[in-house]
């Protein structure tokens, strides 16, 4: 069974433009997580989607959005960038909310640098 | 206070010995919790998650969780150089069954030196 997906791998940007990664889930799975992660603040939670619906959402200005399609396949967008949005963004994909965290699995990651 | 604390290391021991790493957190309502290993440019791997007080074993990893004491704790026993990386330990506040926030601690590098 093929993992979880993300695209594209590494992307450099400049400071104010926008930015969109994709996520394609694990094959039957529906919930789709986005987590940031920085040598400074750590790894962290950025919003879940089941159902093409947002159902949680972590401590980040509304500059970054996501959405999810019908097919489980998530985008996340970070709008007007800063330096400080250099990071990996990592996706994890489950088959449902109501399973526990265990049994969410992360991608590889894009690495995004902002200059 | 952050809300899950882990030493950031970085942790040496030597090959064959027992490698111990900590996790606090601060939401008394947290109710399972997760350590995943990292290697350098890598995403987390999922290697042990605990619900209950007490211990839990699988292969040469030892979850140990103490809610009254809001603390988490991972044993590597039999450490080999494959172990280096980094620790992360992660708390799902609201549940297992809620929806994916997991918060993060800041990781443990852990190094095992032949």
């Known amino acids: 069974k093929a993992g979880v997906t993300q695209t594209p791998r590494y992307l450099i940007k400049t400071r104010g433009q926008q930015v969109t990664l994709s996520c394609s889930p694990i094959s039957g799975h529906r919930s789709v997580s986005w987590y940031q992660q920085t040598p400074g603040q750590g790894l962290q939670f950025l919003f879940e989607y089941f159902s093409e619906t947002q159902r949680n959402k972590g401590n980040f200005p509304g500059r970054f959005s996501g959405r999810q399609f019908s097919n489980s396949r998530s985008e996340m967008n970070v709008s007007t960038l800063e330096l400080g949005d250099s990071a990996l963004y990592l996706c994890?994909?489950?088959?449902?909310?109501?399973?526990?965290?265990?049994?969410?699995?992360f991608g590889p990651g894009t690495r995004l640098l902002v200059l | 206070q952050k809300e899950v604390e882990q030493n950031s290391g970085p942790l040496s021991v030597p090959e064959g010995a027992i490698a111990s790493l900590n996790c606090t957190y601060s939401d008394r309502g947290s109710q399972s919790f997760f350590w995943y290993r990292q290697y350098s440019g890598k995403s987390p791997e999922l290697i042990m998650f605990?619900?209950?007080?007490g211990d839990k074993e699988d292969g040469r990893f030892t979850a140990q969780l103490n809610k009254a004491s809001q603390y988490v704790s991972l044993l590597i026993r039999d450490s080999q150089p494959s172990d280096s990386a980094t620790y992360l330990c992660a708390v799902n506040s609201a549940g297992g069954t809620s929806y994916g926030k997991l918060t993060f601690g800041q990781g443990t590098i852990l190094t095992v030196h032949p």
């Open positions: 605990i619900y209950s007080n």
């Open positions: 994890a994909s489950r088959y449902r909310p109501g399973q526990g965290a265990e049994t969410q699995y």
